[in-house]
């Protein structure tokens, strides 16, 4: 099984509530991603675990959260949504030697 | 910093043609590159990547680069679409340090009409 699953598919927050969004692998790959996708835009790195270490980006550093209690799973935690977090969220993973990521199908959040 | 440029927001082509998606990148180190492709609907795929040898790679369904390292660029092509081939092609660069870090361009919406 190669897939990257994420729940849910579209998620709906308040302005100020916390998100959680959920991503699982069952390829026992060491490292698993998180990438933002705006509109027009390029996806866009949030942060990465390898292994059991976080590596958030310098720019959204205090903006996501994010744990990792196994190998598998893998959450993105937004503390207090705003409306500019509306987005789609792609989680990834791969296997270190390889360059090859392999992704969900991403999980759509809005904010209102 | 290293930036992915896809001048092609939409490509639209028929059935049969030919078809180059472009790409430009901004790095001067060691670096790999590759081609994702996404239906709709569905993630991101991988395609094919490069990081030396034969400038020319070969991916699935047809598929193939070429990299220039004079242009800066990692073009990618197939000889004749089929309509499935319409989809969102997301070029990406990743820095040699590790970790696998993608960063991409905005992404070439193609579209073949049958």
């Known amino acids: 099984d190669t897939t990257v699953k994420q729940n849910p598919r579209y998620k709906l927050a308040r302005v100020g509530k916390p998100v959680n969004l959920i991503c699982s692998q069952t390829?026992?790959?060491?490292?698993m991603y998180w990438y933002q996708k705006k509109p027009n835009q390029a996806p866009k790195l949030l942060l990465f675990?390898?292994?059991?270490?976080?590596?958030r980006e310098a720019d959204t550093f205090e903006k996501f959260q994010s744990s990792r209690p196994n190998n598998s799973f893998c959450s993105l935690y937004i503390g207090s949504a705003g409306l500019e977090y509306s987005a789609m969220y792609l989680c990834?993973?791969?296997?270190?030697?390889?360059?090859?990521?392999?992704f969900g199908h991403g999980t759509k959040l809005s904010v209102l | 910093t290293q930036t992915v440029s896809q001048s092609d927001a939409h490509v639209t082509v028929f059935e049969g043609d030919s078809v180059e998606l472009r790409c430009n990148y901004s790095?001067?180190?060691?670096?790999?590159l590759s081609w994702y492709i996404q239906h709709h609907g569905h993630g991101l795929q991988f395609l094919l990547k490069?990081?030396?040898?034969?400038?020319v790679v070969q991916g699935v369904n047809g598929f193939e680069a070429e990299f220039s390292k004079s242009d800066s660029s990692f073009h990618l092509r197939k000889a004749s679409v089929h309509w499935s081939d319409s989809a969102v092609y997301f070029c990406a660069v990743i820095h040699d340090s590790g970790y696998n870090k993608l960063t991409f361009g905005k992404g070439t919406v193609l579209l073949v009409s049958p």
């Open positions: 990834a993973s791969s296997s270190s030697g390889s360059e090859r990521l392999f």
């Open positions: 390829m026992n790959h060491d490292t």
């Open positions: 790095y001067g180190g060691s670096i790999y």
């Open positions: 490069y990081y030396s040898g034969n400038p």
């Open positions: 675990y390898y292994d059991k270490i976080l590596n």
